[in-house]
T-cell receptor
Protein backbone atom coordinates (compact mmCIF):
# COMPACT_ATOMS: atom_id res chain seq x y z
CA UNK A 1 0.00 0.00 0.00
CA UNK A 2 1.11 3.55 -0.67
CA UNK A 3 0.38 6.72 1.20
CA UNK A 4 1.71 10.19 1.78
CA UNK A 5 1.66 12.36 4.86
CA UNK A 6 1.79 16.11 4.67
CA UNK A 7 2.85 17.23 8.08
CA UNK A 8 1.54 20.79 7.97
CA UNK A 9 -2.03 21.65 7.07
CA UNK A 10 -1.33 25.40 6.97
CA UNK A 11 1.88 27.34 6.43
CA UNK A 12 1.88 31.14 6.68
CA UNK A 13 5.01 32.86 5.41
CA UNK A 14 5.99 36.43 4.67
CA UNK A 15 6.58 37.54 1.11
CA UNK A 16 10.17 36.99 -0.11
CA UNK A 17 10.89 34.56 2.73
CA UNK A 18 11.87 30.93 2.02
CA UNK A 19 9.38 28.12 2.50
CA UNK A 20 9.48 24.35 2.88
CA UNK A 21 6.38 22.17 2.64
CA UNK A 22 6.94 18.73 4.06
CA UNK A 23 5.88 15.39 2.59
CA UNK A 24 6.68 11.88 3.75
CA UNK A 25 5.65 8.78 1.86
CA UNK A 26 5.14 5.13 2.62
CA UNK A 27 5.53 2.43 0.00
CA UNK A 28 6.76 -1.12 -0.32
CA UNK A 29 7.86 -0.62 -3.92
CA UNK A 30 9.79 1.93 -5.91
CA UNK A 31 7.86 5.16 -6.07
CA UNK A 32 7.18 8.09 -8.28
CA UNK A 33 6.49 11.33 -6.41
CA UNK A 34 4.60 14.44 -7.41
CA UNK A 35 3.70 17.87 -6.14
CA UNK A 36 0.51 19.47 -7.43
CA UNK A 37 -0.70 23.02 -6.79
CA UNK A 38 -4.30 24.19 -6.57
CA UNK A 39 -4.90 27.92 -6.92
CA UNK A 40 -8.22 29.28 -5.61
CA UNK A 41 -11.22 28.09 -7.60
CA UNK A 42 -9.09 26.07 -9.97
CA UNK A 43 -8.20 22.46 -10.56
CA UNK A 44 -4.87 20.98 -9.63
CA UNK A 45 -1.86 21.34 -11.88
CA UNK A 46 1.49 19.58 -11.77
CA UNK A 47 4.29 21.52 -10.11
CA UNK A 48 7.05 18.91 -10.41
CA UNK A 49 7.68 15.18 -10.36
CA UNK A 50 10.36 12.68 -9.41
CA UNK A 51 10.55 9.56 -11.55
CA UNK A 52 14.23 8.57 -11.33
CA UNK A 53 17.72 10.02 -11.60
CA UNK A 54 18.74 13.19 -9.84
CA UNK A 55 17.15 13.48 -6.45
CA UNK A 56 16.79 17.26 -6.78
CA UNK A 57 13.88 18.08 -9.02
CA UNK A 58 13.08 21.53 -10.32
CA UNK A 59 9.57 22.56 -11.21
CA UNK A 60 7.60 25.54 -12.37
CA UNK A 61 7.47 28.92 -10.65
CA UNK A 62 10.84 28.48 -8.95
CA UNK A 63 9.88 25.49 -6.81
CA UNK A 64 12.10 22.49 -6.25
CA UNK A 65 11.91 19.27 -4.27
CA UNK A 66 14.41 16.72 -3.06
CA UNK A 67 13.77 12.99 -3.00
CA UNK A 68 15.33 11.42 0.09
CA UNK A 69 14.93 7.66 0.06
CA UNK A 70 16.44 7.08 3.48
CA UNK A 71 14.11 9.63 5.06
CA UNK A 72 11.18 8.63 2.78
CA UNK A 73 10.61 12.32 2.15
CA UNK A 74 9.93 14.60 -0.78
CA UNK A 75 9.88 18.12 0.66
CA UNK A 76 9.00 21.10 -1.52
CA UNK A 77 11.02 24.30 -1.27
CA UNK A 78 11.17 27.78 -2.67
CA UNK A 79 13.87 30.28 -1.68
CA UNK A 80 11.66 33.37 -1.97
CA UNK A 81 7.87 33.25 -2.15
CA UNK A 82 5.51 35.69 -3.85
CA UNK A 83 1.94 36.62 -3.11
CA UNK A 84 0.93 34.63 -6.18
CA UNK A 85 2.23 31.43 -4.55
CA UNK A 86 -0.73 31.47 -2.15
CA UNK A 87 -2.45 28.16 -2.90
CA UNK A 88 -2.95 24.64 -1.65
CA UNK A 89 -0.17 22.17 -2.35
CA UNK A 90 -0.65 18.41 -2.60
CA UNK A 91 2.00 15.73 -2.48
CA UNK A 92 1.17 12.49 -4.29
CA UNK A 93 2.73 9.05 -4.81
CA UNK A 94 2.36 6.29 -7.36
CA UNK A 95 4.37 3.38 -8.75
CA UNK A 96 5.07 1.60 -12.01
CA UNK A 97 1.89 0.71 -13.87
CA UNK A 98 -0.25 2.39 -11.24
CA UNK A 99 -3.84 3.37 -11.99
CA UNK A 100 -4.08 5.86 -9.18
CA UNK A 101 -2.19 8.67 -7.54
CA UNK A 102 -2.45 8.68 -3.78
CA UNK A 103 -2.72 12.25 -2.59
CA UNK A 104 -1.82 13.75 0.75
CA UNK A 105 -4.26 15.91 2.65
CA UNK A 106 -2.76 19.14 1.35
CA UNK A 107 -0.88 22.12 2.78
CA UNK A 108 -2.37 25.56 2.47
CA UNK A 109 0.39 28.08 1.85
CA UNK A 110 -0.52 31.67 2.64
CA UNK A 111 1.96 34.37 1.65
CA UNK A 112 1.66 37.46 3.81
CA UNK A 113 2.53 40.86 2.30
CA UNK B 1 -11.08 27.14 -23.59
CA UNK B 2 -10.11 24.64 -20.93
CA UNK B 3 -8.79 21.25 -22.00
CA UNK B 4 -10.94 19.51 -19.39
CA UNK B 5 -14.39 21.03 -18.89
CA UNK B 6 -16.79 20.16 -16.10
CA UNK B 7 -20.47 21.05 -15.85
CA UNK B 8 -22.08 22.24 -13.72
CA UNK B 9 -19.48 24.19 -11.74
CA UNK B 10 -21.82 24.53 -8.78
CA UNK B 11 -24.93 22.62 -7.83
CA UNK B 12 -27.16 22.58 -4.78
CA UNK B 13 -29.59 19.73 -4.49
CA UNK B 14 -31.70 17.88 -1.96
CA UNK B 15 -31.28 14.48 -0.38
CA UNK B 16 -32.61 11.72 -2.60
CA UNK B 17 -32.27 13.58 -5.89
CA UNK B 18 -30.38 12.15 -8.86
CA UNK B 19 -27.44 14.23 -9.95
CA UNK B 20 -25.17 13.99 -12.96
CA UNK B 21 -21.81 15.74 -13.29
CA UNK B 22 -20.40 15.88 -16.78
CA UNK B 23 -16.86 16.04 -18.04
CA UNK B 24 -15.51 16.55 -21.54
CA UNK B 25 -11.91 16.80 -22.70
CA UNK B 26 -10.07 17.96 -25.79
CA UNK B 27 -6.67 16.51 -24.88
CA UNK B 28 -7.27 13.30 -26.78
CA UNK B 29 -6.41 11.17 -23.75
CA UNK B 30 -7.87 7.70 -23.37
CA UNK B 31 -7.79 7.67 -19.59
CA UNK B 32 -10.27 9.64 -17.53
CA UNK B 33 -10.86 9.83 -13.78
CA UNK B 34 -13.29 11.18 -11.23
CA UNK B 35 -11.93 12.36 -7.90
CA UNK B 36 -13.60 13.75 -4.83
CA UNK B 37 -11.96 16.43 -2.68
CA UNK B 38 -12.92 16.95 0.96
CA UNK B 39 -11.24 19.42 3.33
CA UNK B 40 -8.54 17.68 5.32
CA UNK B 41 -8.84 14.47 3.30
CA UNK B 42 -7.18 15.39 0.04
CA UNK B 43 -8.37 13.78 -3.19
CA UNK B 44 -9.80 10.30 -3.43
CA UNK B 45 -10.46 8.32 -6.58
CA UNK B 46 -14.07 7.40 -7.30
CA UNK B 47 -13.91 5.77 -10.74
CA UNK B 48 -11.53 5.61 -13.67
CA UNK B 49 -11.83 4.59 -17.29
CA UNK B 50 -9.20 3.48 -19.79
CA UNK B 51 -11.56 3.64 -22.75
CA UNK B 52 -15.28 3.53 -23.48
CA UNK B 53 -15.47 -0.18 -22.67
CA UNK B 54 -13.20 -0.23 -19.64
CA UNK B 55 -14.50 1.28 -16.41
CA UNK B 56 -13.08 0.56 -12.99
CA UNK B 57 -13.97 1.33 -9.40
CA UNK B 58 -11.66 3.47 -7.34
CA UNK B 59 -11.26 3.83 -3.60
CA UNK B 60 -14.72 5.22 -2.85
CA UNK B 61 -17.17 4.12 -5.55
CA UNK B 62 -20.14 3.28 -3.31
CA UNK B 63 -23.08 5.56 -4.03
CA UNK B 64 -21.71 6.62 -7.42
CA UNK B 65 -21.91 5.39 -11.00
CA UNK B 66 -20.24 6.52 -14.19
CA UNK B 67 -20.74 6.45 -17.92
CA UNK B 68 -18.11 6.83 -20.62
CA UNK B 69 -20.18 8.02 -23.57
CA UNK B 70 -17.20 8.64 -25.85
CA UNK B 71 -13.46 8.98 -25.61
CA UNK B 72 -13.94 12.62 -24.73
CA UNK B 73 -16.86 12.34 -22.31
CA UNK B 74 -17.07 10.82 -18.84
CA UNK B 75 -19.99 11.52 -16.53
CA UNK B 76 -20.47 10.84 -12.83
CA UNK B 77 -23.91 10.13 -11.37
CA UNK B 78 -25.26 10.12 -7.86
CA UNK B 79 -28.41 8.04 -8.08
CA UNK B 80 -29.78 9.23 -4.74
CA UNK B 81 -27.71 12.03 -3.28
CA UNK B 82 -27.00 12.17 0.45
CA UNK B 83 -25.49 14.99 2.53
CA UNK B 84 -22.12 13.29 3.02
CA UNK B 85 -21.65 13.43 -0.74
CA UNK B 86 -21.28 17.20 -0.41
CA UNK B 87 -17.81 17.80 -1.82
CA UNK B 88 -15.76 19.23 -4.65
CA UNK B 89 -15.57 16.80 -7.57
CA UNK B 90 -12.80 16.79 -10.14
CA UNK B 91 -12.56 15.14 -13.50
CA UNK B 92 -9.05 14.43 -14.77
CA UNK B 93 -7.33 12.82 -17.73
CA UNK B 94 -3.97 11.20 -18.35
CA UNK B 95 -2.09 10.13 -21.44
CA UNK B 96 -0.82 6.86 -19.99
CA UNK B 97 -0.49 5.08 -16.69
CA UNK B 98 -0.22 7.35 -13.68
CA UNK B 99 3.00 5.71 -12.66
CA UNK B 100 5.02 8.11 -14.76
CA UNK B 101 2.44 10.40 -16.16
CA UNK B 102 0.60 13.51 -15.24
CA UNK B 103 -3.03 14.16 -14.43
CA UNK B 104 -4.80 17.05 -16.12
CA UNK B 105 -7.68 18.37 -14.04
CA UNK B 106 -10.86 20.24 -14.76
CA UNK B 107 -11.82 23.21 -12.62
CA UNK B 108 -14.12 21.21 -10.40
CA UNK B 109 -17.81 20.84 -9.68
CA UNK B 110 -18.91 21.90 -6.23
CA UNK B 111 -21.89 19.83 -5.08
CA UNK B 112 -23.95 20.61 -1.99
CA UNK B 113 -26.54 18.10 -0.84
CA UNK B 114 -29.05 19.49 1.66
Amino acid sequence: AQSVTQLDSQVPVFEEAPVELRCNYSSSVSVYLFWYVQYPNQGLQLLLKYLSGSTLVKGINGFEAEFNKSQTSFHLRKPSVHISDTAEYFCAVSSTGANNLFFGTGTRLTVIP
Amino acid sequence: DADVTQTPRNRITKTGKRIMLECSQTKGHDRMYWYRQDPGLGLRLIYYSFDVKDINKGEISDGYSVSRQAQAKFSLSLESAIPNQTALYFCATSEGTLGRGELFFGEGSRLTVL
